[in-house]
């Protein structure tokens, strides 16, 4: 018994060292989020395979990602970002995806409630 | 109809003025475009931020003329609008101060590494955790306050912190001591869970602002609110072992600055039950009811005001599951209480930093025990209470609040075996409290209080904190202090009334305490560490925190004696008491979506009883948590499935002696050491509603004897006595629940 679980834990070691020879890379870019809302959408929007970790900052508006070269691409993050209707520094979210976004979320202008 | 209300001023609006204002931010000084800067109508949620050009456009809103626009670093400006401007322009000034905007924490558990008083404040995500009926059990994945097992009989779920009772904690809802004397003991159980927004645990004792009477630590309970996101919660459970509950809290807006709330809660207990077969029930049947109202007003001028009141009626019965027996044994119990709860507070006009506050609260508790062995009991508290505090501060680095409180209370009780008593205390006098920062790096904050008290005479407690922060990330905090209470005999232990053990005073010679006792007094020194840290590209932390409670004078409560409960001074015995601690906890987020925390406590108590020094009973010497939280990936839009794993390990415990006891009645001295793993699964729906099903105890643990109990035919010749519960009698529990939160976000 004990055995298996000694066996088990060098094998969950051993894949957490092989997982961590999968470089990551980190990257910091700007987007248009005004509330809490906002960093949750895009933070989940950021939830995907390839993606180790997300953080919106709210105060400088900038999402810090780190993430695996090798199975994703910043330019897709920025159109995954875009799709929930955010706008990034490097490109536009279109007025459809925009129109997706809650409420309280609208950055661009403002909507009577 | 509010909508219509609405229609109409953006109509109007639409024809008198300009519909859009466009505008642009720069730094005041080097006139550089700010990007990202917030612009939003005061006091609403609209708002638009500025672009790559440092440009914005906003649309008017109904009622709103005033925009505030922020950006980190700089100081918060208010711009006012007037009705034909469509342009305008707005420069930021660098704020020097380097005020950090701290925003609402998204975890669950946020460990205070930089406040001197508190330790970890849970918020509402956390004590979903739990089934989390009321706030008793709603410490199952906490390390720092231990739940203990009820004994089936008063049915409580004790606290202990720092290896000492609950009644060492001072309570308080709102930072207003409540919950204290006769309620010490019930008081977390009657705070149902839903009601809840957060609870902040400090260990040690805390400050000295709301009064003498914290000795472990303080645990301040904090309702929802006006800031409650949603308009309605209501919250149904059921569980397996008879538990029904309906929860509600509903929040009202009477005007915009009046808003009030309204909470109720009703449970219903049917489950007699003997899952392991002792012939008592594992947990006692009856039905509790209690409401609240609270209203806070708010106006432009700097007032502030908290009213609240609560009523609470509970009813209880337990004892044999059978009644063919002679004699059966039955308790029943009765409790109510009601409360009120006053606060006022305004910020003065002046250059200065100040404010004044006012604090009232009124409570009345009276509660009724019969046992069918004969035993009665009785108590009826009356409590007053008010103070008055100034408070001051000096850029942020120096703050002084002092005031004045009094204290009134009246307690009568009446044990039918053992005598009638009654006191009033009164305490009046005056405290301070300053607190002195320096860059964030170093702060101190020295508190004193000094009190007239009309049956012990002056007192006077004194209490020091000091952090020293070496980093943003690693704080260091040294605390010590006194505190005081006044001990309950009976309602301290309820568990008496589960018993016919025989209440024996002795060494209870103070002239004017109740019953001769005299005031509990205890030293409390402690020492934080806390590391915050990235592991794992997310926040993670970890504390060391050590802690000694000394008792310079104790009501001892000695079990140990065969057909006993023996009550005496610990002074009076020229004796020692302590409890020493060593607790480490770490919390860290090891892959997306999943958190996980670790933690282990060390306890070691020794009190001098009559009969030699012994450990207190109860406590386990060393005890571990582990909790699993996971979430998975949003799916169907905004749906998750939350899974929620913590296993508990405690250590041996010492029982209270039964050495001398007949063979048959004979209980182990020690209970063993086990695991207790409880799990939960949710689905929910973000801030819409969630389900969620939950297995307390999965392997089944269960005390088979909690209950000594020989049935002599008469109350005389019966022993009965069911403080031996250290485990659940029940075992395995499961429950199931739902949370709907109606009117939320817009």
């Known amino acids: 018994m004990y055995k298996k679980i000694f066996l088990l834990a060098i094998a969950i070691v051993f894949s957490a060292h092989v997982f961590a020879q999968n470089k990551t890379e980190e990257v910091t870019f700007w987007v248009a989020g005004v509330c809490g809302m906002c960093e949750k959408t895009i933070e989940n929007a950021l939830d995907v395979k390839g993606v180790v970790a997300v953080d919106y900052n709210l105060d400088s508006h900038k999402v810090t990602v780190v993430y695996k070269p090798s199975k994703i691409t910043v330019e897709k993050m920025h159109q995954m970002i875009n799709a929930v209707g955010y706008d990034t520094d490097k490109s536009s979210a279109t007025e459809e995806q925009y129109s997706k976004v809650h409420g309280c979320c609208k950055y661009r202008s403002l909507e009577n409630h | 109809m509010r909508s219509w209300i609405c229609f109409a001023l953006c109509i109007l609006s639409w024809s008198a003025q300009s519909q859009t204002i466009v505008g642009d931010v720069q730094d005041a000084d080097t006139k550089e475009p700010l990007v990202g800067a917030v612009v939003i109508w005061k006091n609403s949620r609209a708002g638009t931020i500025t672009d790559l050009n440092g440009k914005f456009t906003i649309g008017r809103i109904p009622l709103h003329d005033t925009l505030e626009i922020q950006y980190v670093g700089y100081m918060t400006t208010k711009r006012a609008v007037s009705p034909n401007e469509s342009l305008i322009h707005v420069a930021l000034k660098v704020n020097m101060e380097h005020q950090l905007h701290i925003e609402e924490h998204q975890e669950s558990l946020h460990i205070h590494g930089k406040d001197p008083h508190k330790f970890q404040t849970m918020n509402e995500k956390e004590l979903c955790k739990a089934a989390c009926c009321n706030l008793s059990e709603s410490f199952e994945t906490n390390a720092s306050v231990d739940g203990s097992y009820t004994d089936g009989v008063t049915g409580t779920r004790q606290i202990k912190m720092l290896g000492l009772d609950g009644k060492y904690a001072q309570l308080m809802t709102e930072n207003i001591p409540d919950l204290r004397g006769l309620s010490t003991v019930y008081g977390l159980s009657w705070v149902p869970g839903p009601w809840i927004k957060e609870i902040s645990i400090s260990k040690g004792a805390g400050s000295v602002l709301p009064g003498y009477e914290s000795m472990a630590g303080q645990i301040n309970i904090g309702h929802k609110g006006q800031e409650m996101k949603e308009k309605f919660f209501l919250n149904l459970y059921a569980g397996n072992q008879g538990r029904y509950e309906v929860n509600t809290v509903s929040r009202h807006e009477l005007t915009h600055d009046v808003h009030w709330q309204l909470y109720t809660h009703a449970a219903m207990n049917n489950g007699a039950y003997d899952m392991n077969k002792d012939g008592f029930l594992d947990n ?333 009973p109860f406590i386990s010497k060393n005890r571990a948590l582990v909790n699993v939280a996971y979430a998975t990936k949003m799916f169907a839009k905004d749906k998750r499935i939350l899974v929620d794993v913590t296993t508990k390990w405690n250590d041996a415990q010492r029982l209270p002696s039964t050495a001398d006891w007949p063979a048959e009645l004979k209980m182990p001295d020690q209970s063993p050491a086990f695991w207790i793993i409880n799990s939960q699964v949710s689905l929910a729906r973000e801030e819409k509603w969630d389900i969620y099903v939950g297995v307390e105890n999965i392997f089944n643990f269960q005390q088979k004897r909690v209950v000594v109990y020989s049935n002599g035919g008469t109350p005389e010749t019966t022993v009965f006595d069911a403080n031996f519960a250290y485990a659940p009698a029940f075992g395995r529990m499961t429950y199931l629940g739902l949370r709907w939160r109606l009117g939320g976000g817009e």
């Open chain 2, 284 to 616: 006692p049947i009856g039905n509790e009811y209690n409401g609240r109202a609270q209203m806070s007003i708010e106006k432009e001028n700097g007032y502030r005001g908290d009213y609240n009141a609560q009523y609470l009626n509970y009813a209880s019965q337990s004892g044999n599951d059978k009644w063919d027996v002679l004699h059966p044994i039955q308790i029943n119990s009765r409790q109510e209480r009601w409360n009120v709860q006053l606060k006022n507070g305004w910020i003065l006009p002046t250059s200065l930093e100040q404010s004044i506050g006012t604090q009232m609260s009124f409570s009345d508790h009276q509660v009724g025990v019969d046992q069918s062995l004969g035993r009665k009991y009785m108590g009826h508290q009356s409590s007053a209470r008010t103070s008055l505090m100034h408070m001051l501060e000096w850029n942020h680095e120096m703050k002084l609040t002092y005031g004045l409180s009094a204290n009134w209370d009246r307690y009568q009780e009446d044990l039918s075996d053992f005598q009638k008593w009654s006191r009033i205390e009164r305490v009046a006098g005056g405290f301070g409290e300053f607190s002195w920062n320096e860059h964030d790096v170093f702060q101190a904050v020295i508190g004193a209080r000094w009190e007239y008290h009309n049956l012990y005479g002056n007192i006077f407690t004194p209490r020091a904190h000091l952090r020293y922060s070496i980093n943003e990330n690693t704080h260091l905090k040294v605390m010590s202090g006194l505190g005081r209470r006044t001990a309950n005999v009976i309602m301290d232990q309820p568990g008496i009334m589960a018993s016919n053990r025989q209440v024996v005073l002795s060494y209870n010679n103070s002239p004017n305490g109740p019953l001769g006792l005299p005031m509990e007094v205890a030293w409390n020194s402690g020492v934080v560490f806390t590391q915050k840290a990235k592991w794992f590209y997310r926040d993670a932390s970890w504390s060391l925190d050590a802690f000694i409670t000394d008792f310079k004078q104790q009501v001892v409560i000695d079990w140990d004696q065969t057909g006993e409960v023996n009550v005496y001074s610990l002074h009076g015995r020229h004796g020692k008491s302590q409890s020493r601690t060593i607790q480490f906890e770490t919390n860290f987020s090891p892959f997306k979506r999943c958190e996980l925390r670790m933690a282990y406590r060390y306890v070691e108590t020794y009190v001098d009883y009559e009969t030699g020094r012994r450990s207190l």
